[in-house]
């Protein structure tokens, strides 16, 4: 690998021509003498060249160069969880919380550049940069929690797939079968990028591309009130919403804002050929990652859009007693999910196939069902990429990639198909409510790791944030986690169990005391220096000493 022997010499000479030619790589984790000896396999073996001699402000040909990473980490807005809330968004506050869905989006994107800045300026992954950080035992807690975050997110989106397997067969293939499909299809995707990490990325961009053919049809099939879907996206109200509105929104943000790929994007952007010596390139790459992020977010944005457009407009307001007539009248064999009663209609992913096919012919739901089959298939591959990444960087493996994928494919299947065998496709609802609160609860332990490094000069240098990031940084993750603590709330209370309400109490103090600990250490990376007391992050520009005291800064070389 080009780019790996360049930096293993670099690090093998700390001196170049008498000047300290480090480029970050001193954060990183010292690798096993067996690491040095055998070439260890990565996702990024070959980098991708970025073009020289471009004198233009902004140039075509690099953006191409850089775009890829963006468009991976877009699709867990697109994973099978998502379109879920954007159709039980429709399907119950009609056009009325596009405006959320927008927010979040924008809250996401912020949240990414931090992430891609991260990777950009010292070329580690946010899990790597945890690794070195944070003292044992709080690292193992911390990945831990990211595992379970994981697990949820794969366990949505593997059943995602199964259940367009399902659709796609008229119900021949039960759940469990659809698992062990998505399972086998997943390890022989993933080794793509043995014939090239472009081919691989290109294979990501036909899937978003199915996803926006396929929802996209559904959206003009509809024929959406546009006046409507605009009043709905800007302007920030809800009119007669009660408590269902208010948690289907905060479940939008919950779904929009995943733990996971704050770590995934600190990696994929660690695929393209940087000299991070270089300031003008490392300036260059954050500009062109954040442009690339925008243009993959908006698509995404469209994207789930086009679901929520679809269900406000079909099936706002509708009752079960209504589809159930519409899908007898159709002959559907499906009329029986819907009870003989005026509840307002319910809908998952699943049931939302059905009303398609019900209303607007079977064309509609095989086409609702691929689109919902590439969701679950691209979100699958990248949430693999997420947990290898996470695994690797905390633990610090050096094991084959073979044993690295089958470990973290096993960790999160295994809990998938014992759902999948012991439930029916019908009632996976629950299902999901506990995995959207499990994964809500794990966004503390990206957001706030991630503001916490890129906020210090000793790890970012002239690149960390500045005073008004800081301070914007800190109130949107403020946010986006007390938004996320009220989805759980309002899930443990409807319970109704004593001894579930003492459990969930017991474990709520651990919780937050782990959350406390590591909102100090970020408290003290922004610059709240009262609270740096006994903390093992000095980061005090007088003495010099940096986070952990063990990192070394270098000179940026300006060209």
Known sequence: MKGGKNEKSKLNSPQEDGVQTNQYSSISPPASPVAQDEPFSTYFEDKVAIPENVSQVF??????AFTGPGFLMSIA???PGNIESDLQSGATAGFKLLWVLL????????????????????????????????????RIILWLMVELAIIGSDMQEVIGCAIAFNLLSVGRIPLWVGVLITITDTFVFLFLDKY???????????LITVMALSFGYEYVLVSPDQGELLKGMFLPYCAGCGPPQLEQAVGIVGAVIMPHNIYLHSALVKSRDIDRKNKKELKEANKYYFIESTVALFVSFLINVFVVAVFAQAFYGKTNIEMNKECNATGSPHSGLFPLNNGTLEVDIYKGGVVLGCVFGPAALYIWAIGILAAGQSSTMTGTYSGQFVMEGFLNL?????????????????????VAIFQDVEHLTGMNDFLNV???????????????????TSIMNDFANGMVWKISGGIVILLVCAINMYFVVVYVTALNSVLFYVFAALLSIAYLCFVVYLAWHCLVALGVSCLD?????????????????DMDTDNLIER
């Open 438 to 456: 499990l994964q809500s609860m794990q966004l503390p332990f990206a957001l706030i790791p991630i503001l916490t490094f890129t906020s210090m």
């Open 398 to 418: 050096r094991w084959s990639r073979f044993a690295r994928v089958l470990l973290t494919r096993s960790v999160a299947i295994i809990p998938t198909l014992l």
């Open 59 to 64: 140039s075509f040909r690099k953006l191409w």
């Open 103 to 138: 927010g979040a989006t924008i809250i996401g994107l912020l949240l990414q550049r931090l992430a891609a800045r991260l990777g950009v300026v010292t070329g580690m992954h946010l899990a790597e940069v945890c690794n070195r950080q944070y003292p044992t035992v709080p």
């Open 77 to 79: 807005y697109l994973d």
């Open 533 to 549: 007391f006994g903390s093992r992050m000095q980061l005090s520009q007088h003495t010099g000493i940096f986070l952990m005291s």
């Open 196 to 206: 090239g990490l472009r081919k691989l990325e290109a294979f990501f961009g036909f």
